[in-house]
């Protein structure tokens, strides 16, 4: 079960990714990347979220902390653009949430080096869960701490969206000629890892929550 916070607060709307998250703060104080139920993806996509974050992390690899976060749509009567004005509004109820790292940058394959065997871990995940959005172009990676985190497992399991076919869309074979971290890997094929790992990390450090940075 995935623990629940009340959100107290909309901050601001995050532009990165098609489904436009929001960050809010909750009632325990802390700051969460909140994906909205009333996105045009859909619920499903947070059902996608759920069970291969939580996967990945009972693998040893690092996911943010998943909660349900419960959404007040009043929350969003001060917020001035029309498009989150009515995302907020479709949303009200239990979402998806996940812990925001603080000082987090995007993954740049040319500036943060990745151990092979770490590399070779995550690529196998993405195969195992068909995850197809972890290329280059958009890795879904966030370096924080000088450790590499997994977000955004929204477009996993695609095979769920169409179980006649899912059969087929599991068996077919991973390509990861784009994946984020194919130049890392020792070899062209990514290694089974040795799980579970000898230290898993349980969790995300907690940030606190603060106002964007005025642009």
């Known amino acids: 079960m995935l623990r629940e916070v009340i959100a107290t607060r909309f901050i601001t709307p995050l532009r990165e990714g098609g489904s436009l998250p929001g960050l809010v703060e909750a009632d325990d104080l802390a700051a969460y990347v909140l994906k909205f139920t009333g996105a045009g993806q859909g619920r499903k996509t947070l059902v996608a979220e759920v069970v291969c974050g939580e996967l990945a992390r009972r693998l040893g690899l690092r996911v ?18 029309q ?20 000082g987090a940058l995007g993954f740049d394959p040319l500036a943060f080096p990745v151990d092979p065997a770490e590399a070779g871990r995550i690529v196998w995940f993405d195969a195992l869960v068909n995850n197809v959005d972890r290329s280059w172009r958009n890795p879904n990676l966030l370096v ?72």
């Open 64 to 81: 943010p902390n998943l909660v349900t976060v419960e959404l007040d749509a009043v929350l969003g009567l001060g917020e001035p653009e």
């Open 83 to 102: 498009q989150v004005q009515n995302l907020l509004r479709s949303s009200g109820g239990t979402n998806l949430g996940m812990d925001f790292l603080s």
């Open 144 to 215: 924080h701490r000088g450790d590499l985190w997994l977000i955004d497992h929204g477009a996993t399991m695609i095979w769920h969206h169409n179980w006649p076919s899912a059969e087929t869309s599991a068996a077919r074979p991973y390509d990861a000629t784009d994946h984020a971290l194919a130049r890392f890997r020792r070899t062209s094929r990514p290694p089974r890892p040795s799980w579970p790992p000898s230290s898993p990390p349980t969790s995300s450090p907690r940030s606190p929550p603060r106002s964007p940075t005025p642009g």
